[in-house]
């Protein structure tokens, strides 16, 4: 089990509840933390408002960065790996989604499409699509391979804090 702390991710057994160690090395606030679908690394999504924002990717084996996949002038508050585990995409405060090759770090596919912050990115079960969460009271989809919109959901009367697909890969929640 990872939790976030300041400036740091605690990794916990949960078979006893042990701490198995402390992942340093980070920006002030902790927004999200997923492990990959193998279960062997995990990004963090982080920031200290107004200054920084992060994505970095570590391994879970040994705690060691891996590397720095995205680093912006906001926090990033959200992160989601895609189903093969090859790309994670981020959003943050920058209003921006970005989508990045874990192996290389290249940013593939750079999304500009919201008004405000962006709160949370989710996957489609099957890789071809993005949910965006926004504080500009929106849902989108987009098309994970180039950055395209599908559809804007506009009918929120309050900022959206999460989207996510359900597994029939159609129905967002």
Known sequence: ????????????????????????????????????????????????????????????????????????????????????GTKVACAGADRAISVVNVATGEVVVKIEDHADWVMDINWSPNGQRLVSASKDKTCKVFDAATGNPVITFPAHGEPVYTAAFLADGTTIA
Do not use: C
Not at 13 to 29: Q, W
Not at 51 to 73: C, H, N, P, Y
């Open 1 to 84: 089990l990872a939790s976030s702390g300041y400036h740091e991710v605690l990794l916990w057994n949960t078979a006893d509840g042990a701490l198995v160690r402390r992942i340093s090395n980070l920006a002030e606030r902790i927004y999200d933390v997923e492990y990959s679908p193998d279960g062997n690394s995990i990004v963090v999504a982080a920031g200290t408002p107004g200054q920084l924002g992060e994505l970095k990717l570590f391994s879970v084996a040994d705690g060691t960065l891996i590397k720095t996949l995205v680093r912006s002038r906001d926090a990033v508050f959200a992160a989601s790996f895609s189903p093969d």
